[in-house]
């Protein structure tokens, strides 16, 4: 299956001339997701050839200018587009009546409906499902309301073993029945187990994303066994108290979420704008966990 | 005297690739200010280079999107790049709520204050002036309130004629007198008329900024003898119907606004995302008006 992320920004709330704020596009199967949407993601968006007019789903971690003041931009661009499909917005409660207020102060009418979901609490919230994936809102640990996203594929039908098909003589509805767990009953009555005739799928893809954030093991539920983790690492581990007051994640606190989560591979994101390059903190995630990349804008990474 | 427009953006209300929304820097001798603030213009600020803590004078023409959702970014990334100085913002009425608003619903603090000055109504207002220039506003023709920028040099001192300091012996609080304007006495009481001593300084250079707004005679009282006149060009002269119902410029109105108002050069800007090309915009004013150029994304320009 194909689901793959674009990084549009993996700058901290300063960005720099190489980085912009946080945005995400993420993409299963042509299905796209809007995750954090930055100053300048529009553009970014144009830069990476991606459509806009198909991203219909917009995910916002936390209300903080730094994840979300592309935002009314976006919108206004879609409504000049001439979009009529509605856009869905998972954000934390506040962003209806923040939107709200600056479309209207701006004089911005759009042409088609926004449906907000607003996310509150503690407990983790399937916001989304469809037939390629589910995204679930988990909690972040952060100085406003803030909340992980964990997109997962969903479970494909089972696989038939090769000459199953030839040898039952199976019609079309019975293959499907099969692929989706039933057994299969003869003619004479006897029942072929599934197991017989199936073999599993291939495992489904699992990606999340946390920031901004501490780390902490109340994460773990959520993250663990994912194919790619991204998180926050605004510092190197030079900096943890300062990290730890302002409650944003370090190259040793990254590692250490992918390495409790059992993760496959840790993409690092929101750089502070003191590192003009982020080799080192990437290294410095590997002593650690080895499978360790640093997110950069514009490029695209496989779950 | 150093007098420059760096276009940060020029397109109309929907960015492309080539140009992001309207903004400005106009630099008179080191001092800098930003016309209107497009989203992305604290990075284009960055890729040309320019000091954003430079800028303590912020003018927005009227209160769409387009010309200010790069505003919550840029003030916020002053903030995080430990400003105190205060930030002058001049725009319509509106504005105070509007920022006021975001800034809480992002829990955007500023380490330093702004300074709103909210315009309303119909007359011309001095917004601004020091020892280097002058900024008025006045009102265009658009949807919402809207206002144009007249950015002028402040008069320069006479400059005194060749030989006269030696010839009369002249102090220097003498010389600075004669240079504001002062006849000279001589000892025996024979007064000697300042136009015996004096010749003119060089002309004081003017920049007018158009943008978003029909073009109307009424405009002229305020863009007369402009050395460059940036206008609306919204739209080229085929679509002039649509640009009288949108209330924009096009090539004709621009082309003519620079001609009556004896423009010295004239600045196209504010181009539709149909454009992939302007040559064209730019050619078909030049039939009116031939020192027409187009606003260009990272360009400078001397007024």
Redesign the interface.
């Known amino acids: 299956m194909d689901f793959t992320v674009t990084v549009l920004g993996s700058s901290a709330?300063?960005?720099?001339?190489m980085r912009?704020?946080s945005a995400q596009v993420v993409n299963i199967e042509g299905f796209k997701m809007l995750i954090d949407c930055g100053?300048?993601a529009?553009?970014q968006i144009?830069?990476c050839r991606i459509k806009m007019q198909s991203i219909s789903h917009i995910f916002i971690s936390h209300?903080?200018?730094?994840h979300?003041?592309?935002l009314?931009?976006l919108l206004?661009?879609m409504h000049?587009?001439t979009r009529v499909e509605p856009v869905n917005i998972y954000a934390p409660k506040?962003i209806r009546?923040?939107l709200d207020?600056?479309l209207v102060?701006?004089?911005?009418s759009l042409g088609y409906d926004i449906n907000y979901f607003e996310m509150e609490g503690n407990d983790p919230m399937v916001l989304f499902e469809n037939n390629k994936c589910k995204v679930t809102a988990f909690p972040l640990i952060h100085?406003?309301p803030t909340f992980g996203f964990l997109v997962e594929e969903q479970p494909q039908l089972l696989n038939l073993k090769r000459g199953v098909k030839d040898e039952y003589n199976l019609a079309f509805d019975d293959m499907m029945r099969i692929k989706s767990g039933a057994d299969y009953a003869l003619p004479d009555g006897t029942v072929v187990p599934n197991a017989m005739l199936t073999k599993p799928p291939k495992p489904i893809k699992k990606y999340a994303y946390c920031c901004d954030t501490l780390y902490s093991d109340t994460l773990l539920p959520y993250i663990k066994d994912v194919d790619l983790l991204c998180f926050d690492c605004t510092f190197d581990k030079s900096l943890t108290a300062i990290a730890e007051e302002k409650l944003h994640g370090t190259t040793l606190s990254a590692a250490t979420a992918a390495i409790s989560a059992n993760a496959k591979r840790l993409m690092l994101t929101h750089f502070s704008?003191r590192y003009s390059e982020v080799d080192s903190l990437v290294m410095e995630a590997q002593t650690i966990f080895p499978n360790t990349i640093a997110a950069c804008d514009g490029m695209r990474y496989e779950v």
């Open positions: 709330a300063l960005p720099t001339a912009q704020c100053e300048g529009q553009n144009r830069r209300l903080h200018g730094d979300l003041f592309g009314p931009g206004s661009s000049l587009c506040g009546q923040l207020n600056l102060d701006t004089g911005t100085s406003v704008a």
